[in-house]
């Protein structure tokens, strides 16, 4: 596909449920990040992912929430006995990584997770 | 810890007026961006800022920064209604690891241009 794509598109979970996000970056992009947009503000962020490289998980909130990627492909991001302060969106996104190790300026966002906890 | 402010976060403007978006950061960073976003949509890249002083123009809007004063404007010249959206701005920096880096945003304009 052109741009990245995100599965679901929404999501309704109960309080203390599983849920599982998905992500598929544009093709060729090395790197890839996942944001958390809740209502009416600014995204934070979470995780970030290069390649092979150990993720930097900095952004992540508690211990609930872990992600993962193979290689250069598609990423999940899981988040584990949902709270309803969990609801929000999930947006991932991927930036390109240049041959000799620089990244082009630009992340291009995926649609968007919604989620909502009950 | 870096912080992004925008100013105001809330725009309601008549078709054919001018009115500019502030973006106020707390630390230092040569790289900034502004996205728009659309009610249920994803984020649109519009500008890549990359030095001081640096000006970018794109149909109604253009945009600029100044790094000394941390500060970068989103100018709205001749609104019309196909602006509407939420407009942020985001302060590149390095993520903790220093491995590469991040987008640190800030809470977002919602524009609505009246006809």
């Known amino acids: 596909g052109a741009g990245v794509s995100q599965s679901p598109s929404n999501k309704v979970t109960e309080k203390g449920k599983d849920v599982e996000l998905r992500c598929d970056p544009i093709?060729?992009?090395?790197?890839l990040y996942w944001y958390r947009q809740r209502l009416g503000q600014g995204l934070e962020f979470l995780i970030y992912f290069q390649g092979n490289s150990a993720p930097d998980k900095s952004g992540l909130p508690s211990d609930r929430f872990s992600a993962e990627r193979t290689g250069e492909s598609v990423s999940t991001l899981t988040i584990q006995r949902t709270q309803q302060e969990d609801s929000a969106v999930y947006l991932c996104?991927?930036?390109?990584?240049?041959?000799?190790?620089?990244?082009?300026?630009?992340?291009?966002f995926g649609p968007g997770t919604r989620l909502t906890v009950l | 810890e870096l912080k992004v402010e925008q100013n105001p976060l809330f725009l309601s403007m008549q078709e054919g007026k001018n009115y500019t978006i502030y973006c106020n950061y707390s630390?230092?960073?040569?790289?900034l961006y502004w996205y728009r976003q659309d009610p249920g949509k994803s984020l649109e890249s519009l500008f890549v800022?990359?030095?001081?002083?640096a000006v970018k123009q794109e149909g109604r809007l253009m945009a600029s920064l100044d790094t000394k004063a941390r500060l970068s404007t989103l100018h709205i010249t001749a609104a019309v209604h196909d602006l509407s959206a939420t407009y942020f701005c985001?302060?590149?920096?390095?993520?903790?690891?220093?491995?590469?880096?991040?987008?640190?945003f800030g809470s977002g304009t919602q524009l609505t241009v009246l006809p």
């Open positions: 800022l990359l030095s001081n002083g």
């Open positions: 985001a302060v590149d920096s390095l993520l903790s690891s220093g491995s590469a880096r991040q987008l640190t």
């Open positions: 996104a991927s930036r390109e990584r240049l041959a000799w190790g620089k990244t082009t300026d630009t992340q291009y």
């Open positions: 630390t230092t960073s040569d790289r």
């Open positions: 093709s060729g992009h090395t790197a």
